[in-house]
């Protein structure tokens, strides 16, 4: 695994964790030592290609890709374990959470999201209240209501171009998180 920061190759990417520090009661400190130096998505080189194809097929449709989350050490895992189970409880954590087969440690695995390109926003492509059952794939399907529609529309279309490129969505089928050979 050779790590690389995905903003090198002009996509953009954060660390989920680094960004949610207070949510998270993460500290700095903490998240230095399991290796989260700075707010940056590191993947291991060989998705690049891969990410910025989507990149483009994305931009075709006025989006842009954002990393949301990527590499994480087994180190970070453990640590973020820990604080989410006081935080949300380890029902509602084990649902998206994978502390035991960790695919975001081989490097290989990303949550994303997209981002307008007209305006700099993220798109909503779920809503939040709805979570944790809101994160799988399934949820919208059936809801009748526009807004709900849209979601789907969003998420399959996200999800199928990264269905076309190689990825696969993760165990726990969250819509947002893409693996390749993992
Ligand atoms: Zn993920």
């Known amino acids: 695994m050779k790590l690389v920061n995905v903003a090198d190759y002009g996509i953009k990417g954060i660390n989920y964790y680094w960004e949610r520090k207070s949510k998270f009661d993460l500290t700095e400190d903490e998240l230095c030592s399991v290796g989260v130096l700075a707010n940056n998505a590191l993947v291991d080189e060989i998705l690049i290609p891969k990410l910025k194809e989507a990149n483009e097929i994305f931009k075709k449709h006025g ?9 994480r050490s ?9 604080k989410r189970y006081e935080i949300d409880g380890k029902e509602n954590t084990d649902k ?6 960790m695919p975001h440690s081989s490097g290989k695995a990303v949550d994303i999201n997209l ?15 709805d979570w944790p059952a ?6 919208y ?6 807004l709900s529609k849209e979601f789907q529309r969003l998420q399959d279309f996200m999800i199928n171009t990264m269905l076309n490129l190689g990825f696969q969505l993760g165990l726990k089928n969250e819509f947002w998180h893409f693996e390749y050979e993992v």
Do not use: C, H
Not at 63 to 71: F, G, N, Q, R, S
Not at 74 to 82: A, I, N, S, T
Not at 134 to 139: E, R, S, T, V
């Open 63 to 71: 989006y842009e890709l954002i990393v949301k989350d990527a590499y």
């Open 74 to 82: 087994p180190e970070l895992y453990q640590l973020v374990k820990g």
């Open 96 to 101: 998206t959470f994978n502390p035991v087969r």
């Open 115 to 129: 981002v307008d390109l007209k305006t700099g926003i993220e798109i909503e492509m779920w809503d939040k209240k």
């Open 134 to 139: 809101g994160a799988f794939i399934n949820f």
């Open 141 to 146: 399907e059936d809801k009748t209501d526009s």
